[in-house]
């Protein structure tokens, strides 16, 4: 009879015949429970016509469950020691590819075309590894890879802020960053007790959908991002002291922002936290049209 590899006696089985220890410092929480991981392809809606990217695969639970759904998954593992337990537990499906490498330092374009053999739509699923939530988002976004959709797990709070809308607590140049180029909503909460070994926090599943153009049109998309992570940078003060703080405070670039605030109809006096996307890119756009 075969036992899912998320199940807790399956996981405890191949941890011990491999004799493998947990390493906190690469954010090592393995799931047991898979019903939350037939969940999560549920929720991604992974078939026949689906590439999926996975990170972090640990001993396979869900790239188990990703095997049994799409055409390909890819697998970045970072841990030496977990790619003789994978070729191991991977070794029934034959749509699996485990590379070992940093994802950060992973040549997304360059290895999907090398691994994928049709030409499907590409979706990102994972449980990450913690530590470096924020950099593996970014390192996805800033590729050329063209991402569908991710359907990650991680920190609930990661979550929120990811998906958080103007004048929340949560909201900042994260929600900005994602929410420029991908639609975020949280799909569902995971207790932290599902995991060996437990995290401190709970987790969450977060989609994202890729829009078919930007959520703002901008002149300077370096500038644009400039603009919205230093309107955050003192939390407690207004865009005025956050801006002037950032840009400088001599007459010249006074005047700059003044007019360019005065013409995107943007109250200095407000809080950055409260400005929407479209706001953003309103006065980002008078701040390239009038530079000094
Ligand atoms: N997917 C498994 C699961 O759900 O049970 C394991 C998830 S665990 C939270 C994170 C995994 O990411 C671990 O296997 C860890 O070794 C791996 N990892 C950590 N840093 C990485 C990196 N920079 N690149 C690729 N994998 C990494």
Not at 146 to 160: G, L, N, R, T, Y
Not at 172 to 185: D, K, N, P, R, T
Not at 195 to 221: C, G, H, W, Y
Request: charge should be negative.
């Amino acid at each position: 009879e075969y036992k899912e590899i998320a199940t807790p006696s399956r996981t405890k089985e191949i941890l011990k015949q491999h004799g493998f220890s947990f390493k906190k410092s690469l954010g090592q929480n393995f799931l047991t429970e898979p019903n939350i991981l037939r969940k999560i392809v549920e929720t991604a809606g992974i078939d026949t016509q689906t590439n999926v990217v996975e990170v972090g695969p640990g001993i396979g639970a869900l790239t188990e469950q990703l095997a049994k759904n799409a055409a390909q998954v890819l697998a970045f593992e970072i841990d030496d020691r977990l790619i003789p337990v994978l070729e191991d537990t991977m070794s029934p499906y034959k749509n699996v590819t485990v590379v070992h490498n940093d994802v950060l330092k992973a040549d997304l374009v360059g290895t999907t075309k090398e691994i994928f053999e049709q030409e499907l739509p590409i979706k990102v699923v994972a449980n990450l590894p913690y530590y470096i939530t924020t950099p593996i988002m970014m390192h996805f976004l800033a590729s050329d890879l063209d991402v569908e959709e991710m359907i990650v797990m991680m920190q609930k709070e990661v979550a929120d802020r990811i998906s958080a809308k103007p004048s929340t607590k949560a909201y900042g140049s994260l929600s900005i960053a994602v929410q420029y180029f991908m639609e975020a909503s949280i799909a569902f909460i995971v207790p932290k007790t599902v995991f060996i070994p437990q995290p401190n926090v709970d987790s969450a599943i977060i989609k994202l959908t890729k829009r078919e153009k930007p959520a703002v049109e901008v002149i300077d998309e370096k500038e644009f991002f400039k603009l919205t992570k230093a309107s955050f940078q003192l939390r407690r003060k207004t865009l005025w002291n956050n801006l002037t703080h950032y840009y400088g405070k001599d007459e010249q670039t006074k005047e700059w922002l003044t007019k360019s605030l005065t013409e995107a109809e943007i109250d200095p006096s407000r809080r950055g936290e409260t400005l929407s996307l479209e706001e953003f890119a309103r006065l980002s756009n008078q701040l390239e049209k009038n530079r000094r």
